[in-house]
Structure formats: structure tokens, C-alpha cells
């Protein structure tokens, strides 16, 4: 098992920058498939970036180019970096973890979630 604890985000103007960390207790990070999720109010939670066991990222389309996923494996801590941030950016956003080898499965195959961290961006 894995404990997930967020870290970061706030309030930023259009166009700002906010990072989010994930520390993780328990089990080491390496072994699994890691997250990060976001749900707007009154929506639905959707993935915004993915970084494999083996350090692949992926990303949301609405991301691309503005977001990094990473990870610290000594530090058992995953990141995120936001950067040209937008209104639509605004969200509760999450830290997950899944089983390595149900890395690109749907949400419900995270099993495991950090409280969530709030990020709001005025325009």
C-alpha cells in the first residue's frame, strides 16, 4: 500500500505558474504507476498527466506543453509543475497511484489517492 499527501497549489493570476508535490508513504513510488487527476466543480475527474514506473509521461491535451509531471524516487515524491496557467486550469487537483502494470487503464484503476489540493486561476 501507498499513503499520498499533496502539497501545494493556492491562487495565481492568468498566465502564473504553481507547482504541487505528492509525497508518498509506504510502499516505494518506483513500482507504481503515478497520477495526477483534476476535478472542476460540478464535473467529473479527469487525468491530467500519467508518469510510468518506468518514467514515460503522458498528458492531456489541454496541457500539453504547459504541465510537468515528474518524479523523485529517493524522495518517494511526485510533481507537478503548472506554467501558463488558465481560468479553465482551475480545479481540486489529485496525486493517484496504480498498479504498474494497469498504468493506462481508466480511473478506476488507481487505487490509491492523495486528499486533493486546490488551484484556482483568475483571469
Known amino acids: 500500500q501507498v499513503q499520498l499527501v499533496e502539497s501545494g497549489g493556492g491562487s495565481v493570476q492568468a498566465g502564473g505558474s504553481l507547482s504541487l508535490s505528492c509525497e508518498a508513504s509506504g510502499n516505494s513510488i518506483r513500482f507504481y504507476c503515478m497520477a495526477w487527476f483534476r476535478q472542476p466543480p460540478g464535473r467529473e475527474r479527469d487525468r491530467v498527466a500519467l508518469?510510468?514506473?518506468?518514467?514515460?509521461?503522458t498528458y492531456a491535451d489541454s496541457v500539453k506543453g504547459r504541465f510537468t509531471i515528474s518524479k523523485d524516487n529517493a524522495k518517494n515524491t511526485l510533481y507537478l509543475q503548472m506554467n501558463s496557467l488558465k481560468p479553465e486550469d482551475t480545479a481540486m487537483y489529485y496525486c493517484?497511484?496504480?498498479?504498474?502494470?494497469?498504468?493506462?487503464?481508466?480511473?478506476?484503476?488507481?487505487?490509491?489517492w492523495g486528499q486533493g489540493s486546490q488551484v484556482t486561476v483568475s483571469s
Open positions: 508518469i510510468s514506473s518506468d518514467g514515460i509521461t
Open positions: 493517484a497511484a496504480a498498479a504498474a502494470w494497469r498504468c493506462y487503464g481508466s480511473t478506476s484503476t488507481f487505487t490509491y
